[in-house]
């Protein structure tokens, strides 16, 4: 895999022309093609064809696969014949297939059956949309960096619910409660850059690195454990733009799930598995540029260096903050991260350095324009990164244009503040439920407009209600310990 240089003096995949791909498919002897895409929830789907079905033509015509009806978010059944469109920029090789095996994958547009177009509601059109509403509002290049946390598991098992049974139990060589043999424990709350033989995903995140580089051309800054006991992890990919980063975000999870899944693991990016200990999030910076110069870098802001577009856009986030909750934490379990004690943000305001806010600006450098970005600390891996990162910069180009005033940074610690003190910043809250953060989204998403189809909005909702309903319906297994003798 080789790399470029981007405008913004960024190193980023090496893109690929169809002709390209065809000839590689055979100089590499690869015996599969992937076609992979996403539903709208986030689940990464596929159908798989024997390299020599590959021709031309499927990269302008499509490749007459799909019934959207069997998608998740996608179409009814009335309207199911929908064709995939590779690109070939995604190319890579999955380096765990060899010989006969041998698979390589392309990421796919949705298109719609007979000559319809684009499908609307395809998260990757979506993400596709955003970057081109970027470019309108004058920008020429938007950079994104998420930090996606995950867990890793040495078994997990649970009863499907029944009316008279349900429970679930995660074993971890790691756990405080059940370190054996060799290993030491992890404490709650004590995880963070513990050092070999403590760590025992160290080589484990060296394999998925290796294979996100040399497959897919996706690059690393760093690996590291993360601060909860019992196998949390991070690697953190190397920033790039919108759509290029949404498809390594979807590349990241598959390649952690499958390398976990070889190595008899099993990887998840479920937000909050474990009671009493911190979750995973998925911190998202971004920042937006104009030929080669950082609009939110202003060296003579005595504050942060931030410049007053980067402040509007930081007024756009915590605008629609609740609003954004229904796309950047989209289950109901995301809802038992965002609480006070954790790490996690549950209140919206903003500063440099402060964790408790839920919109922060890095500050381990002065001087440095390459360096300056808004850290949005809301979303969790649970979203699907394409919808989350259009979001965000729907958010964002409402706080520019509308010009919002983020207000003042609060700089103290807001889960210490009392509640007076609180209001008297005017600080808001999150939502505390994934039902609160839908009735959000309901009375605040024309902010979405123009980049999102309304009935995407709709259908996510549907969908979203769908599961809160039917988890808030059923017992929980801690009731029984409050409730049972009463």
Not at 108 to 114: F, T
Not at 117 to 134: K, L, N, T
Not at 264 to 284: C, E, R, S
Request: with cysteine; hydrophobic share 40%.
């Amino acid at each position: 895999m080789t790399f470029k240089v981007t405008a913004t003096g960024d190193i980023a995949k090496r893109t690929f022309a169809r002709e390209e791909v065809l000839g590689l498919v055979r100089k590499e002897e690869v015996k599969f093609v992937d076609l992979q895409f996403t539903d709208v929830p986030g689940r990464l789907r596929h159908v798989t064809l024997p390299s020599e079905m590959m021709n031309e033509s499927m990269f302008t015509d499509g490749v007459a696969k799909l019934d959207g009806s069997s998608v998740k978010g996608f179409v009814d059944i009335n309207e199911s014949d929908m064709l995939l469109v590779p690109d070939p920029s995604t190319y890579g090789v999955f380096p765990w297939t060899d010989g006969q095996l041998k698979t390589a994958r392309l990421i796919c547009d949705v298109r719609a059956g007979y000559g319809r177009g684009r499908f609307a509601r395809d998260p990757r059109h979506v993400a596709q949309v955003a970057e081109q509403r970027i470019r309108e509002a004058g920008f020429t290049d938007s950079l994104w960096g998420p930090e996606v946390e995950f867990w890793v598991f040495d078994a997990v098992t649970w009863e499907a619910s029944t009316p008279f049974s349900s429970g679930f139990r995660i074993s971890s060589k790691e756990s405080a409660v059940e370190a054996r043999g060799t290993n030491f424990p992890i404490r709650f709350k004590d995880g963070y850059y513990p050092a070999q033989p403590v760590d025992t995903l160290s080589d484990y995140r060296g394999v998925c690195v290796n294979y996100l580089r040399d497959g897919f051309g996706v690059l690393s800054n760093a690996h590291h454990h993360e601060v909860a006991t019992a196998g949390q992890c991070e690697i953190d990919i190397y920033r790039d733009e919108l759509v290029t980063m949404a498809d390594s975000t979807m590349t990241y999870k598959f390649v952690t799930k499958n390398v976990a899944s070889r190595m008899g693991m099993i990887a998840t990016t479920l937000p909050k598995p474990i009671f009493g200990d911190n979750a995973v999030g998925m911190h998202v910076h971004s920042s937006l540029w104009k030929e080669g110069k950082n609009a939110f870098f202003d060296p003579a802001d005595e504050y942060a260096e931030l410049s007053q577009v980067a402040r509007y856009y930081i007024g756009g986030i915590m605008s629609h903050s609740r609003a954004l909750c229904a796309i950047v934490d989209p289950t109901t379990n995301s809802y038992h991260r965002l609480v006070p004690g954790y790490e996690a943000p549950v209140y919206i305001a903003w500063s440099k350095m402060n964790r408790s806010a839920n919109v922060r600006i890095p500050a381990y450098e002065k001087g440095s324009e390459g360096a300056k970005r808004v850290e949005f600390r809301t979303p969790d891996p649970s979203c699907n990164p394409y919808l989350a990162f259009a979001a965000i910069t729907a958010a964002g180009l409402d706080g520019i244009r509308s010009k919002i005033d983020p207000g003042d940074p609060v700089d103290e610690d807001i889960y210490k503040l009392t509640p007076e003190k609180r209001r008297a910043l005017k600080v808001g809250e999150l939502p505390g439920s994934l039902k609160e953060a839908v009735e959000s989204i309901e009375s605040d998403s024309a902010f979405l407009d123009g980049i999102f189809p309304k009935d995407l909005v709709e259908v996510m909702t549907e969908l979203e209600m769908e599961a809160y309903r039917s988890v808030a319906a059923r017992p929980h297994p801690h009731e029984f310990n409050l409730y049972f003798d009463i």
